[in-house]
C-alpha cells in the first residue's frame, strides 16, 4: 500500500512542477511586451523594470498553483486510469481512498501555504510594485503616464496627450480648473517635452509652437490667446507620490490590515462589504488549491484521458467556470445582495460538494 501511495505522489509531483512552470511562464510572456516597452520606448532602466518583473511573480502563483495542482491531478490520474493501472488496482480489492488521501494532504498543504502567502506576501508585493510605479514616474515621468487619456496626477493641471515617445510629446492639451461655473485656461501645443527634476520633487515641461490661455489682467475671469515658440511649465509631483505613499487599497492589505479598516469605518457608519469580500476572496482562493484537486481526481480516473492536450483543455474549461462564479459571488458581495462571508465560497462549496459526492460514488464502487 504504501508503494502504491508513494507512486501515486511521485506521478502526481512532477507534472505538478512542470504545469506550475509553464503557468507561470506563460503569464510573464504575457506581459513582457510592456515590460520591454518601458525599456525600449520609454528610457526606465533595467533595474526597475526587474523589480517589477519580481513583484509581479508572487501574485501570478495565486491563480497559477491551483491551475497547476488540477492539471497536475488531471495529467496524472487521467494516464494511470487511461493505461488501466487504476482497474488493475481497484480488480486488486484496494480501496482508492487510501491511495486518493495522500493527494488531497498534499492539497489541502498547498491551500494552508496560500492562505499565508495571500495574507502575507501578495498584499507586500502589490504595494511594492505601486512604489517602484511612483518612483519609476519620478524618474521618467512619460513611463508612467497613457497617452489618449485624461491625466490628473499633477497638481492644478490635467493633461491630454495625443503621443507619448520616450520623453517627446505630441499634441498636448493642459487644463487648469478654475473652478465651479468657470472655463478652464487651457494650454495647446504641437510638440512638448518633460524634463525631470526629482530632486525637488517636480518636473518640467517644455512646450513648443501652441497657443495658452492667459488671464486678463483687468478682468482675471476672461483670458485671451498667448501664441509661443517655446513655452516652460513647473507640475508637482506630490499629488502622485502622496497618494501612493500615504494610501493603501484593500489589495495592499494583510487581512489583520483590513480587520482593522472594517472596525475603523463602522464606527463611521460606512458599510465595509467590499474589505469584508476582499478578506474572503484571500482565503477562499487558497483553498481553491484543494477544491480543485477533489473534483479533478474523481473527473481525471472517470474520463481516462491519457493525452496531455485534453487535459489541459479540461483543466482549463474547471478553472474558467471557477473563476466566472468567483466573479459573480465578488459582485453579489460587494454590492450586498449576498453576505460576503459567504459570496465568496460559494465556487468552493460548488466544486468541493461535486467532487466530493464523485469522489464517494468512485470509492463505494
Known sequence: MRILRNYFLKEFIGPLFLALGVLTFVMILGNLIKIADLVINKGVDIYSVGKLLLFMIPYLLTYTLPIAALTAVL???????????????RASGINMFSLIVPLLVVGLILSLVLVVFNDRV???????????VMDIGVKNPTA?????????SFEKYVLFIYRIDQNRLTNVRIYE?????????TIVAKRGEFISVPENNMIKLKLMEGTSDEPDPENPSNF???NFKTYYMTLSLSQMQDKSKIEKKPKD???QELRNEIKKIQKEGIDPAPLITEINEKISLAFSCFVLMLFGIPLAIITRRREKSINFGIAFLIVGAYYLMLLGSEAL???GHLNPRIAMWIPNIILGAIGAVLTYRLCAS
Request: overall charge positive; charged content about 20%; aromatic content about 8%.
Open 122 to 132: 501578495i498584499p507586500y508585493a502589490h504595494f511594492a510594485t505601486r512604489k517602484t
Open 144 to 152: 508612467a503616464l497613457e497617452p489618449g487619456i485624461f491625466i490628473n
Open 177 to 185: 480648473p478654475q473652478g465651479p461655473d468657470k472655463p478652464a485656461r
Open 333 to 335: 458581495g460587494i454590492q
Open 224 to 226: 485671451y490667446k498667448l
Open 75 to 89: 495529467l496524472s490520474l487521467g494516464r494511470l486510469s487511461g493505461d488501466n493501472e487504476i482497474t488493475t488496482i
Open 253 to 255: 492589505m494583510t487581512i
